[in-house]
């Protein structure tokens, strides 16, 4: 199972996500699920790098089928509304995906200072 944990402001500001695990739904190469969970994982960090050109502190670790993407601190107000806006896109991709997939991926939000 994929887990994906979105990290949000008191205010319910979207600041990053983690995800981990493999979603299992097929052997690699044909899993559905996978394929659109990466898809959107990689194109909202594509998005926050060229797009919004947000300050990020990225982590990947393959082997461990990891991946954590953080705004960092020295961002605008700006550009920090922008990342909202397209990691609220990608939260919405994959809260759909994971009704229709629920044993395969589980979306979560947690509350960070």
Known sequence: MTN????????????GFQAEGHAGYAKRG??????????LIQTTALGLEKLV?????KKV???KSLFLCMLTCENSEE?????HLLLGSMYLGLTELAKEYDQYLC???KEVD
């Open 53 to 57: 050109e947000a300050g990020l502190h």
């Open 30 to 39: 044909e899993d559905i699920v996978c394929a659109g969970i990466s898809t």
């Open 79 to 83: 550009k920090k509304e922008k990342a």
């Open 107 to 109: 979306v979560s939000l």
């Open 61 to 63: 670790r393959q082997k």
């Open 4 to 15: 994906i944990r979105f990290f949000t402001t008191p205010e319910g500001k979207f600041t």
